[in-house]
Structure formats: structure tokens, C-alpha cells
């Protein structure tokens, strides 16, 4: 068995290695508790990845808290997920309910709902509120589109009421 090498020195410790790993890891980006476990445990054992992770946590580097804000952030406001999408990506990333929860509940229904209507003005308008079965099919695709994003049906409906109140008072 060869002896792993850290910075072209020998390291015999194998909890000082997932340390040096760790360290290295969470300098690119921001890791959840967990997720670091996991991907520390594809080259250490789980004693010293554990042992790793809670290092980098009683240091400040890792913050389950502070990492689901971040994510919460970047799903909702900048790639426009509803709630139930963004709570799935923050599910893929290992953190656990309660921390979600928290996160996401910064968001209110206003909120998701003027996403949603931004979302229609930008880039539906055209295929709003057409005459007859091609605009009721053109509507469905839209709703759709909007629930593959994560967005509740009843977000999606206040929403579109709210811009075909905009649209007509525009036209007036």
C-alpha cells in the first residue's frame, strides 16, 4: 500500500488528509454538511469524513443555514423556480427539511406570485389570452411550462389574472 501524498509530502494521517480535502473542497464553493460528508466519503473513510466536515463547520466554513439561503436565493429570484422545484434542487444537495423550510419560507405567496407574472409579461405575452381553441390550448402549454418550474396551480391562476388585469387596462 502507497502512502498518500499531500503537497508532495507524505501524509500518514488519513483525518488530516480529508482535512487538507475539505478545505480545498470549500475554498471553491459552498458546501451543506452533508453533501461535504458525501463527497469526502468517496476518498476517505466515513470516520474521517465526518471528522472532516464537523471541522469545517466548527470553523465557520460550512453553514447548512447559510448555504440553503444561498440556494433558495439562486433558484427562486435568479433562475425563477416555484418553491417545490426549488425545494427538490435543495433536496439533490443533501440538506434536510426543517433548514429547507426555513430558507424557502422568506418567500411569500406575493412574492412567487410576482415572479410568476414576470415570468408571463417577458416571455409569454403573446400567447396570452388568445381567441378560442389554438389561445385555450396556447393557455394550457403556459400553465404547464409554469408547473414544470415548480409554481402551485393556484400561484399560476393569481398570477394570471393579475397581468389580464394589467393587459386590459393597457388597452383602455
Known amino acids: 500500500m502507497t502512502t498518500p501524498m499531500m503537497n508532495d ?7 488530516e488528509a480529508a482535512k487538507k480535502y475539505a478545505a480545498r473542497l470549500v475554498g471553491g464553493r459552498d458546501y451543506g454538511m452533508n453533501e461535504l460528508v458525501a463527497k469526502l466519503s468517496e476518498k476517505y473513510s466515513e470516520r474521517s469524513s465526518v471528522e472532516a466536515a464537523v471541522y469545517m463547520r466548527d470553523c465557520g466554513y ?6 440553503a439561503e444561498k440556494l433558495a436565493e439562486r433558484y427562486i429570484t435568479v433562475r425563477k423556480y416555484g418553491r417545490s422545484r426549488a425545494a427538490l434542487m435543495m433536496r439533490q444537495k443533501l440538506l434536510d427539511e426543517q ?6 419560507s422568506r418567500y411569500t405567496k406575493d412574492d412567487i406570485e410576482a415572479e410568476i407574472a414576470d415570468i408571463l409579461r417577458k416571455k409569454y405575452r403573446g ?3 388568445l381567441e378560442g381553441d389554438a389561445g385555450k390550448k396556447e393557455m394550457q402549454k403556459v400553465i404547464a411550462a409554469l408547473a414544470r418550474r415548480g409554481y402551485g396551480y393556484s400561484n399560476i391562476k393569481a398570477a394570471l389574472y393579475t397581468v389580464r388585469e394589467e393587459l386590459e387596462s393597457e388597452e383602455e
Request: charged fraction near 35%; charge should be negative; glycine fraction near 0%.
Open 9 to 15: 509530502k507524505p501524509v500518514t494521517d488519513e483525518s
Open 127 to 129: 400567447r396570452l389570452f
Open 62 to 67: 460550512v453553514n447548512d443555514a447559510r448555504y
Open 99 to 104: 433548514t429547507i423550510e426555513e430558507a424557502l
